[in-house]
């Protein structure tokens, strides 16, 4: 049986959770309301303070999903009382980042500043070298993060570009002058 399927999510105060037809989960909280269409294999129950999340029968597919729908009503829960948030460094000479607005300005050692509008529902801000991106959803959250870091990845030389703040760049050693 599947170890994080079968354990309950418990519904903090001030969370209500509503499983519609096709399992559409949607949850709300003190931060924001999400919505998501969950696999219909699934049987959702919201029992008291708990949401339950069982599988039909043992087949391999079943498995796997009953350990994702948990993991993303939890997800659900977890984003709208406390969000998620990502942090990103930005290194390098000259290498900057500055927020006007909606709009993140990344000056990347390009001939032109990489300009991005920050999508619905996330918000990020710009703290010396590093940008901070929140929302309510752990997914978009991701995503936005890892469109930012495409922009300039970290390079293996000098470290230059931008990080995860939890990231380790694997270093390698540069050329070595002639004797």
Known sequence: MSRIGRMPIAIPAGVTVDVAENNKVTVKGPKGTLE???PSEMEIKVEGAEVVVSRPNDL????????LTRTLINNMVVGVTEGYEKKLEVNGVGYRASKAGKKL?????????VEMEDPEGIESVVDGNNIIIKGIDK?????????????????????????????????????????
């Open 36 to 38: 998501r269409v969950l």
């Open 60 to 67: 391999k597919k079943m498995k796997s999903l009953h350990g």
């Open 105 to 113: 300005t990344l000056n990347l050692g390009y001939s032109h500043p």
């Open 139 to 179: 997914e978009k959250v991701g995503q936005y993060a890892a469109e930012i870091r495409d922009k300039r990845r970290p390079e293996p030389y000098k470290g230059k570009g931008i990080k995860y703040a939890d990231e380790t760049i694997r270093r390698k050693v540069g050329k070595t002058g002639k004797k």
